[in-house]
């Protein structure tokens, strides 16, 4: 079984921060990208970051210069550090990441999401 497993979401005010993780453990011989989705009641899961193995990023217009995207690929983990969060970043995060299993099988892998309120 390949799990992700996420922590750090948490209640915070406007322009304040939060460091979300997520590690993956399991059967994992790599992790190729990853990345970091949101959702929010009503909406569509979105991308919000994404990683890839070499350490390559991307950031949706609305997190660019606030958020922060970063791995250790020696511990399987990944972090977004969340800087002067807005009312509209408030969603559950979800982790994601392409693992591969072997040399010729690969999965798309999920966490259960860690639940992000920003709020006065």
């Known amino acids: 079984q390949v799990q992700l497993v996420e922590s750090g979401g948490g209640l915070v005010q406007p322009g304040g921060s939060l460091r979300l993780s997520c590690a993956a453990s399991?059967?994992?011989?790599?992790?190729?990208?990853m990345g970091w989705y949101h959702q929010a009641p009503g909406k569509e899961r979105e991308l919000v970051a994404r990683?890839?193995?070499?350490?390559?990023?991307n950031y949706a217009d609305a997190v660019k210069g606030r958020f922060t995207i970063s791995r250790d690929n020696a511990k399987n983990t990944m972090y977004l550090q969340m800087n002067n969060l807005k009312p509209e970043d408030a969603a559950v995060y979800y982790c994601?990441?392409?693992?591969?299993?072997?040399?010729?099988?690969?999965?798309?892998?999920w966490g259960q999401g860690t639940l992000v309120t920003v709020s006065l």
């Open positions: 994601y990441a392409r693992i591969v299993l072997n040399t010729l099988a690969g999965m798309d892998a």
């Open positions: 399991g059967s994992i011989f790599s992790i190729y990208d």
């Open positions: 990683i890839t193995k070499g350490g390559s990023t």
